[in-house]
């Protein structure tokens, strides 16, 4: 209701403040996934670099289709500090597409023709490994490669 303004003055701040507790007590994905939007879109700031990645990681943990399509965007323009690893987007994308995601669909299958076959098989595999733990601690951030690489 304070990030929209419904029924009460629009208060970013407050909304924050509930979303996180929400997400922070309940984990709700939905929750985690609006104050990483307000984070995301800069109406939150944060000195945490890695606050908006992780609270989508946790959304997608839990389900949450379209935090797991903007974890894929994240790696593959790497806005998490300039970092790229377009294999580990491929994952996030194809976990997406599998899930109905329309966009992530056709991301991942203009992925399949980027990516050497190598790549698109380890791509392939950490979706399925990704799957099989439930989607828990499936983006390995300390692999991320410099774009400047």
């Not at 709700?28 to 700031?45: I, K, M, R, W």
Request: charged share 20%; net charge negative.
């Amino acid at each position: 209701m304070y990030e929209f303004g419904e029924g009460v003055a629009q208060n970013f701040d407050e909304a924050g403040k509930w979303y996180s507790t929400a997400c922070d007590n309940s984990n709700q994905p939905d929750a985690c996934y609006h104050l990483a939007n307000l984070f995301q879109n800069g109406t939150l700031s944060s000195d945490n670099s890695f606050l908006v990645p992780s609270l989508y990681e946790t959304a997608s943990e839990e389900g949450h289709v379209e935090a797991q399509f903007r974890l894929g965007t994240i790696l593959y323009f790497g806005e998490f500090n300039g970092l790229i690893d377009k294999v580990q987007a491929y994952m996030m994308f194809n976990i997406a597409a599998m899930n109905g995601h329309e966009t992530a669909i056709s991301n991942r299958d203009v992925m399949a023709s980027e990516l050497a076959s190598a790549e698109l098989e380890k791509g392939q595999s950490l979706s399925k490994q990704c799957l099989e733990k439930n989607l828990k601690d499936c983006i390995c951030w300390d692999c991320l490669q410099s774009s400047s690489e």
